[in-house]
């Protein structure tokens, strides 16, 4: 044996060494290549997403599908009772109808009015200006704040007895004594204008779709002699109904689930002429510790918002303008 071959461990001169080393090289360059596919890096990318999703809505929508079977008080161990919670919510609970069908109206009435003023103040903005950018910002706050704790007591306080609204009809000589929140006949209308006040992101998808139209269409209508309400009606309205289309399954979806306004400010008062469906599971759920039948009526409503989506398609091909077709 040489000195040189002396000196080299055992492994290295039996060739052993080299084998492991190649095996955990091609091991190395095989998982290098498995981490650079596109696939891959894409998996790894949306696993917080993909992880957040199961962990945190389809994990407690099955826990919450189980319980509205349950009788469950949150505090204690929950029993199996079938379809009681839904049997007692159908013939047994006046609420439940008076809370489905106050928000009926609010999201029926509220939704249309919103789309309206979105559209309207989107094309008062579609002109570019200097203070173009402000007005954006300005229409659009009212969509970020109008949903929190704090707006919801400043809109109490204005339609309060001695708030704002009363202190100005007051100086035009109108009755400043009423009681906006009080009366059955306008305390759902008070929570409607707040919803509709947060029209600002059915406005910016407005504005958007409205620079999408090409210019020439409304040349060409020029040309033809077609007047500015014409135009209206045979272009911006046929090509804006595809986003009409998403801001009502959208703003539809939100007015059914609509919660904040009502807890805050009317807590559903007077004579439950604005309890939401939402306020109304709540109140089941953490107030009276009917949590299974709280869960049951989540589903409920769940079907019903589906249903409600389903429709709204199937009218689609009715009157949204389709480009393909």
């Not at 509205?68 to 379809?83: C, H, P, R, V």
């Not at 059955?184 to 999408?212: C, D, E, H, N, P």
């Not at 409920?300 to 393909?324: P, S």
Request: aromatic share 16%.
């Amino acid at each position: 044996m040489s000195p040189a071959t002396a000196t080299l461990p055992s492994s290295a001169r039996n060739g052993s060494g080299a084998k492991t080393n190649g095996l955990s090289f091609r091991k190395e360059g095989a998982l290098r290549a498995l981490l650079h596919k596109e696939s891959v890096a894409g998996y790894v990318c949306a696993f917080p997403f993909i992880f957040g999703f199961l962990m945190f809505m389809i994990v407690p929508m099955i826990l919450s599908l189980w319980y509205s079977f349950t009788d469950y008080n949150i505090i204690g161990e929950a029993s199996f009772i079938g379809l009681d919670n839904y049997v007692e919510m159908f013939t047994q609970d006046d609420l439940f109808w008076k809370s489905l069908g106050v928000t009926f109206l609010f999201a029926l009435v509220s939704v249309p009015l919103k789309l309206v003023f979105a559209l309207i103040v989107a094309m008062l903005l579609l002109r570019n200006s200097k203070a173009s950018g402000f007005y954006r910002a300005a229409y659009y706050l009212p969509s970020i704040l109008g949903g929190s704790v704090a707006i919801a007591i400043l809109w109490r306080q204005m339609f309060a007895t001695d708030g704002v609204i009363n202190q100005v009809l007051g100086v035009f000589g109108i009755d400043s004594k009423f009681a906006w929140l009080g009366d059955t006949r306008t305390a759902i209308w008070t929570l409607i204008i707040l919803a509709v006040w947060q029209f600002g992101s059915s406005m910016l998808i407005f504005l958007a779709s409205l620079k999408q139209i090409p210019a020439e269409l409304y040349e060409a209508a020029s040309v033809d002699g077609a007047s500015k309400w014409t135009q209206f009606w045979k272009i911006t309205l046929p090509l804006l109904t595809p986003t009409i289309f998403f801001n009502l399954v959208m703003q539809m979806i939100n007015g059914f689930l609509a919660f904040t306004q009502c807890y805050i400010i009317t807590q559903g008062k007077p004579m439950n002429s604005t309890l939401f469906y939402m306020v109304h599971m709540y109140d089941e759920s953490f107030t009276n510790y009917h949590a299974g039948y709280g869960a049951a009526m989540a589903w409920v409503m769940l079907v019903l918002v589906g249903a409600v989506t389903l429709f709204l398609f199937a009218t689609k091909r009715f009157w949204v303008y389709d480009e393909e077709a």
